[in-house]
């Protein structure tokens, strides 16, 4: 019963895990983003920095695979790097380096619509956001 209750426990909301869609790799949705732009997706991974701006905040985190409850895994098995906008102020104090995040969210954009990206990204606009 306990497999079945941790399992089933999630740290998206249920509105946000229904409308996602299912997982795929992360070179599939950055290199064809146009076809996933606007898309739902809940991903997770490591934070690597937190920039504040005037009107939001970005957080660069290496993408890991989710577990059990959506809880990022090891970035050995990383395979590219998120960057999560978020509409207001998030605390570098509190996410910090190497802390792990889930986040469900849409799709607006990727390294691929760049010319010369620093690496592979998937650039998220976060609905929910959780910190482990």
């Given at each position: 019963m306990l497999i079945f209750w941790v399992?089933?426990?999630?740290?998206?909301?249920?509105?946000?895990?229904?409308?996602?869609?299912?997982?795929?790799?992360l070179p599939v949705l950055i290199s064809d983003?146009?076809?996933?732009?606007?898309?739902?997706?809940?991903?997770?991974?490591?934070v690597v920095a937190v920039e504040n701006k005037?009107?939001?905040?970005?957080?660069v985190a290496v993408q890991s695979p989710l577990g059990v409850g959506q809880r990022p895994g090891t970035k050995d098995l990383s395979e590219g790097r998120l960057v999560i906008i978020y509409n207001?102020?998030?605390?570098?104090e509190v996410y910090t380096k190497d802390r792990k995040i889930t986040v469900g969210g849409k799709i607006?954009?990727?390294?691929?619509?760049e010319e010369k990206p620093?690496?592979?990204f998937l650039k998220i606009e976060v609905r929910d956001l959780h910190l482990w």
């Open positions: 399992w089933g426990c999630t740290v998206v909301s249920q509105e946000v895990k229904d409308e996602a869609l299912p997982p795929l790799p983003v146009e076809k996933y732009l606007g898309d739902t997706v809940v991903v997770g991974g490591h005037a009107d939001h905040s970005e957080i207001g102020f998030i605390d570098p607006v954009g990727s390294s691929a619509q620093p690496f592979p």
